[in-house]
């Protein structure tokens, strides 16, 4: 199937709050053309093939493959749109909220990754609104050039949900803090240069304060990775210790014990979550092309069951109310409003969205989803030869076992309703 990239243009009149109108207006339309121009003739064709994380790609030990991400790089960097939503002065294209929302569609369209990693989304803002001029002249370019990689160190082993009950302490000596404690769930840190981590510098402070944020080197003494292999087999995620870390004063952003507030301005940076309700639909196109392709057509259950019909068209229908929800949040910011509860109706919605397309894809796909199929990863425990009987490569079987935590990272949907409850419908607390 014919993936319809004109469903998603936009006009928004910005007169009387927020209006959505679904139709680009010419300057948007002549944006758009750019990005998709820059995107064909730039982008390496192994990414055009296959997609990829360019993360992972500038560690990778094959210089083929790091070279293509320097490549890549370097084609957004020329537009500043390594980061689009950076201002001008800091080296980003200081593009509008509509134009970096089309700028993700057509990148998330075109399997294209994006580049600088949680650097260019949540730290280099961040450090933008609290750093000091010294500490954006050592890390703002060095972001943007693809230098180093930035991950995040928040959650422990006691505190995911309730971030403010972390307990790695920072104490001051001299000029320097030491570190010790424990993270867990530290996403991608075998591919960090830098972490950015909330420590807790005032114990006896109520605890959202208390906290501060803290830039640390990888590789300083005392801090380590332990590899956390997933259910799927793959290593994404790590604990991460401190044992007397030693961290200069000066790598703290913001004030201390005023940590708290500088994590949270990071987490309001990204949260239309458009990339997410494309995948999601690209994904459920992605099924119904396969069961009406030779290979796949002796290879599905539609056939048996009206209600599994039902359940692949409310998939399909579910991904344009989730289009909907990030529209939604990119027309208030459009408009100088600052989304609340409607991010966390996105996040939830999009979250159980993409546990039911994997869940409904197996279920479509019937006897056939018990075959795993090849995956890139050598880190994959299941990293088996290429198997001819499963459907798309096993893709639906692979996001079946991996979307188990979409509903547990970046906040629980427990915690995304309370939000909706309380600020969204004005219901009282416990």
Same mark, same amino acid.
């Given at each position: 199937m014919?993936?319809?990239?004109d469903?998603y243009?936009l006009?928004?009149d910005?007169?009387?709050g927020?209006d959505m109108?679904w139709?680009? #207006?010419?300057e948007q339309a002549?944006?758009r053309s750019?990005?998709?121009?820059?995107?064909?003739?730039?982008?390496?064709e192994?990414?055009?093939e296959?997609?990829?994380?360019?993360? +992972?790609d &500038?560690?990778?030990d094959?210089?083929?493959? &790091?070279q293509r991400?320097?490549d890549w %790089? !370097?084609?957004?960097?020329? &537009?500043? $749109?390594v980061?689009p939503h950076w201002?001008s002065?800091?080296?980003?294209?200081?593009?509008?909220?509509?134009? %970096? =929302?089309?700028?993700?569609?057509?990148?998330?369209?075109a399997?294209?990754?994006s580049?600088?990693?949680q650097?260019?989304?949540?730290l280099?803002? /961040?450090l933008?609104v609290h750093? /000091?001029?010294?500490?954006?002249?050592?890390?703002l370019?060095?972001i943007l050039? !693809?230098?180093?990689? $930035?991950?995040?160190?928040?959650s422990?082993? !006691?505190?995911?949900s309730?971030?403010?009950s972390?307990?790695?302490?920072?104490? &001051?000596?001299?000029?320097?803090y030491?570190? #010790?404690? %424990?993270k867990i $769930?530290?996403?991608?840190?075998q591919?960090?240069?830098?972490?950015?981590v909330?420590?807790?510098t005032d114990p006896?402070?109520?605890?959202h304060?208390?906290?501060s944020?803290?830039?640390?080197q990888?590789?300083?003494p005392?801090l380590?990775i332990r590899?956390?292999?997933?259910?799927?087999g793959?290593?994404?995620? #790590?604990e991460?210790?401190?044992?007397d870390?030693r961290?200069p004063a000066?790598?703290?952003?913001?004030?201390?014990?005023?940590?708290?507030y500088?994590g949270?301005t990071?987490l309001?940076?990204e949260?239309?979550?458009i990339?997410?309700?494309?995948?999601?639909?690209?994904?459920?196109?992605?099924?119904?092309?396969y069961v009406?392709?030779d290979e796949?057509?002796?290879?599905?259950?539609l056939?048996?069951?009206?209600?599994l019909?039902? *359940?692949? @068209?409310?998939?399909?229908?579910?991904?344009?109310v +989730?289009f909907?929800?990030?529209?939604?949040?990119i027309?208030? *910011?459009?408009?100088? +409003?600052i989304?609340?509860?409607?991010?966390? /109706?996105?996040k939830?919605?999009?979250s159980e969205l993409n546990?039911?397309i994997?869940r409904?894809g197996t279920?479509?796909?019937?006897?056939?989803a018990?075959? $795993?199929g090849?995956d890139d990863?050598?880190r994959?425990?299941?990293n088996?030869?290429p198997?001819?009987?499963?459907?798309l490569? !096993?893709? =639906?079987t692979?996001?079946?076992?991996r979307s188990v935590?979409?509903?547990i990272?970046a906040?629980t949907s427990?915690?995304q309703?309370?939000i909706? @409850?309380?600020r969204g419908?004005?219901?009282p607390?416990?």
């Amino acid at each position: 199937m014919q993936y319809v990239v004109d469903y998603y243009q936009l006009n928004i009149d910005l007169s009387e709050g927020y209006d959505m109108d679904w139709q680009d #207006n010419p300057e948007q339309a002549a944006f758009r053309s750019q990005v998709k121009d820059v995107i064909e003739k730039g982008l390496p064709e192994a990414y055009k093939e296959k997609g990829g994380d360019w993360v +992972q790609d &500038r560690k990778s030990d094959d210089p083929v493959i &790091r070279q293509r991400a320097v490549d890549w %790089q !370097g084609v957004l960097a020329d &537009r500043g $749109w390594v980061a689009p939503h950076w201002p001008s002065e800091y080296g980003g294209a200081g593009l509008s909220p509509v134009e %970096q =929302f089309i700028f993700k569609q057509e990148m998330t369209l075109a399997d294209a990754p994006s580049v600088g990693g949680q650097g260019v989304s949540q730290l280099g803002p /961040t450090l933008i609104v609290h750093g /000091t001029d010294e500490q954006k002249a050592e890390h703002l370019p060095k972001i943007l050039s !693809g230098e180093v990689n $930035w991950q995040q160190g928040y959650s422990e082993p !006691g505190s995911g949900s309730d971030l403010a009950s972390l307990q790695t302490r920072a104490v &001051r000596d001299g000029d320097d803090y030491v570190v #010790n404690g %424990q993270k867990i $769930w530290t996403s991608g840190a075998q591919y960090a240069d830098w972490l950015y981590v909330l420590t807790r510098t005032d114990p006896e402070a109520p605890k959202h304060r208390g906290i501060s944020f803290l830039l640390m080197q990888m590789g300083i003494p005392g801090l380590s990775i332990r590899p956390l292999i997933d259910m799927s087999g793959h290593h994404h995620f #790590n604990e991460t210790f401190f044992e007397d870390v030693r961290v200069p004063a000066s790598n703290v952003v913001g004030e201390v014990d005023r940590g708290w507030y500088v994590g949270a301005t990071l987490l309001d940076f990204e949260r239309s979550n458009i990339t997410g309700a494309i995948s999601c639909r690209k994904s459920i196109e992605k099924l119904i092309s396969y069961v009406h392709s030779d290979e796949g057509s002796d290879r599905h259950r539609l056939g048996e069951s009206a209600g599994l019909r039902h *359940q692949v @068209a409310d998939c399909y229908i579910r991904t344009e109310v +989730q289009f909907n929800f990030s529209f939604r949040i990119i027309s208030m *910011q459009s408009a100088g +409003q600052i989304p609340n509860y409607e991010a966390s /109706t996105s996040k939830l919605f999009n979250s159980e969205l993409n546990q039911n397309i994997a869940r409904t894809g197996t279920q479509v796909l019937g006897m056939y989803a018990q075959f $795993w199929g090849h995956d890139d990863d050598d880190r994959n425990t299941y990293n088996d030869p290429p198997n001819d009987y499963a459907p798309l490569d !096993g893709v =639906f079987t692979q996001n079946y076992v991996r979307s188990v935590p979409s509903t547990i990272a970046a906040g629980t949907s427990e915690i995304q309703r309370n939000i909706i @409850a309380t600020r969204g419908l004005g219901l009282p607390r416990g």
